[in-house]
């Protein structure tokens, strides 16, 4: 199994560990439900080590992801993210990713940590004869994410730039000789930042921020979180996760992910269509079978992922993904319908293995920070 360069940390914590896409990593220190409510209510540290970091650059980089990506790349500014798509050529998504813009040749790819080494075979295949390098850094570097309404006032005492960035922007700040890039991005629904930092010095820079914010209290503005908290955050904030909402047999169009997909790339400088552009044209126009719905369910009983979606005792769909909100203090859940059943209010129910859990389709997300 692969450990990331805060493995000890972790296991100093206390913090249960399990193995996650070949990774040892936390899946929760005090209890999923604590960690939660800290990061809605303070701030969290997460270890996201685990995601593939790929550097790409070259003349024709922004050519080879423009030919990647479902998102516009060739827009974008030095210091920009943008969150995309990668669809396979029946229009399925192969994964999702955050691009970074280093500068007018060079480029940052994040991307799920179960199909880094799917992805790196795909560029390799994709490439062609365009000019560029494709390296994979993910075991040279690390990444921590900040999340919570208190971050942004702990990260201004380290940095006023990296407190002053705009959402989906970064820069790249020296820390303890080396050079680190930080983002106002994240996969929990509240504010906060993530940072990319060579392997060697990551335990140094949690050192630096053990000092200022003693994440071991109780009481601490920022406390450690696992797997566990990260997963019952982005479900209330409506975020799909590769394996429930997203795969390679699920409709790009149908994850009511449209702002990430641009229909209109090979109009465009320097008029490169993504792959499987066709089909997912296609779904937009003609629509799919199903589409991606939330659903608040009666009682406290949560649904797991793969049980049906009932209308009439007919099966009109699937859960993806479901839990107890801790925010909200009921069950809820992300779920595959017939697009007849996916109007706001319609009254559902969900097969619990011989008892029906009343339910009702609800606007994604769940919750929105203020």
């Known amino acids: 199994m692969l450990t990331t360069p805060f493995n000890a940390l972790h296991k100093s914590l206390g913090a249960r560990m399990v193995d996650f896409a070949g990774w040892e990593m936390p899946l929760l220190?005090?209890?999923?439900?604590?960690?939660?409510?800290?990061?809605?209510?303070?701030?969290?540290?997460?270890?996201?080590?685990?995601?593939?970091?790929?550097?790409?650059?070259?003349?024709?980089?922004?050519?080879?992801?423009?030919?990647?990506?479902?998102?516009?790349?060739?827009?974008?500014?030095?210091?920009?993210?943008?969150?995309?798509?990668?669809?396979?050529?029946?229009?399925?998504?192969?994964?999702?990713?955050?691009?970074?813009?280093?500068?007018?040749?060079?480029?940052?790819?994040?991307?799920?940590?179960?199909?880094?080494?799917?992805?790196?075979?795909?560029?390799?295949?994709?490439?062609?004869?365009?000019?560029?390098?494709?390296?994979?850094?993910?075991?040279?570097?690390?990444?921590?994410?900040?999340?919570?309404?208190?971050?942004?006032?702990?990260?201004?005492?380290?940095?006023?730039?990296?407190?002053?960035?705009?959402?989906?922007?970064?820069?790249?700040?020296?820390?303890?000789?080396?050079?680190?890039?930080?983002?106002?991005?994240?996969?929990?629904?509240?504010?906060?930042?993530?940072?990319?930092?060579?392997?060697?010095?990551?335990?140094?820079?949690?050192?630096?921020?053990?000092?200022?914010?003693?994440?071991?209290?109780?009481?601490a503005i920022i406390r450690p979180a696992g797997l566990g908290a990260r997963d019952t955050l982005r479900l209330e904030a409506g975020m799909p996760l590769y394996g429930h909402e997203l795969g390679e047999d699920v409709p790009a169009w149908a994850s009511g992910l449209s702002f990430a997909i641009s229909l209109d790339k090979a109009d465009a400088e320097p008029g490169e269509p993504f792959i499987g552009m066709d089909a997912v044209r296609e779904q937009a126009e003609k629509g799919t079978p199903r589409t991606l719905v939330g659903l608040t369910l009666e009682g406290r009983r949560s649904a797991r992922q793969g049980m049906a979606v009932m209308s009439a005792g007919r099966a009109v769909g699937v859960v993806t993904s479901a839990c107890l909100s801790p925010t909200l203090d009921r069950p809820i859940a992300m779920a595959y319908v017939e697009r007849d059943y996916a109007e706001p209010g319609a009254a559902l129910t969900i097969d619990a293995g011989g008892r029906e859990i009343p339910a009702a389709v609800t606007p994604l997300p769940f919750y929105k920070r203020k």
């Open 29 to 219: 220190y005090t209890g999923i439900l604590d960690e939660h409510r800290q990061v809605r209510a303070s701030g969290g540290l997460f270890d996201v080590s685990h995601m593939g970091r790929v550097w790409v650059k070259g003349r024709d980089a922004r050519r080879f992801l423009e030919r990647l990506c479902t998102r516009r790349i060739s827009d974008m500014q030095p210091g920009q993210c943008r969150y995309s798509l990668v669809c396979n050529e029946a229009g399925g998504v192969r994964d999702d990713v955050l691009v970074y813009r280093l500068d007018d040749a060079e480029f940052v790819l994040v991307v799920n940590a179960a199909n880094r080494e799917k992805l790196l075979a795909h560029f390799d295949a994709i490439r062609g004869d365009l000019t560029l390098t494709i390296d994979d850094r993910t075991l040279k570097t690390a990444m921590i994410a900040l999340q919570g309404p208190k971050v942004i006032e702990i990260v201004a005492r380290f940095s006023e730039e990296i407190a002053a960035l705009k959402r989906y922007r970064f820069a790249t700040k020296g820390v303890l000789m080396v050079k680190a890039i930080v983002s106002r991005t994240g996969y929990t629904g509240e504010d906060g930042v993530e940072a990319i930092v060579p392997a060697s010095v990551a335990p140094m820079g949690v050192e630096l921020l053990k000092r200022e914010v003693d994440i071991t209290k109780p009481d």
